[in-house]
């Protein structure tokens, strides 16, 4: 059974930071893309940051330079640092896990940025 289960968001004033955690299991995990979604209100579900199985990383260029996506293979977890929070930043976070045709989502943690 596959399980992504997020945790990590909550309230935080503009300027602030947040770390948000997916602990994954029920499949390889170090061969899988991991990737942080979000989905604002009124709006379309958009790509945040990505880690590849090799390493690599990707942002959108909303999030590149404030927010910083790692895992640890050894915990089957992924992480994304937050920092320089803005208020457009609220949404559910998602972490997703893709491989070929395969593609797993966790449920989602709701992360408000407001003074």
């Known amino acids: 059974q596959v399980q992504l289960v997020e945790s990590g968001g909550g309230l935080v004033q503009p300027g602030g930071s947040l770390r948000l955690s997916c602990a994954a299991s029920?499949?390889?995990?170090?061969?899988?893309?991991m990737s942080w979604y979000r989905q604002a209100p009124g709006k379309e579900r958009e790509s945040v940051a990505t880690v590849f199985s090799t390493g690599t990383k990707s942002y959108s260029n909303s999030v590149k330079g404030r927010f910083t996506i790692s895992r640890d293979n050894g915990k089957n977890t992924v992480y994304l640092e937050m920092n320089s929070l803005k208020p457009e930043d609220t949404a559910v976070y998602y972490c997703?896990?893709?491989?070929?045709?395969?593609?797993?989502w966790g449920q989602g943690t709701q992360v408000t940025v407001s003074s």
């Open positions: 029920g499949f390889t995990f170090s061969t899988y893309a």
């Open positions: 997703v896990a893709r491989r070929s045709a395969n593609t797993y």
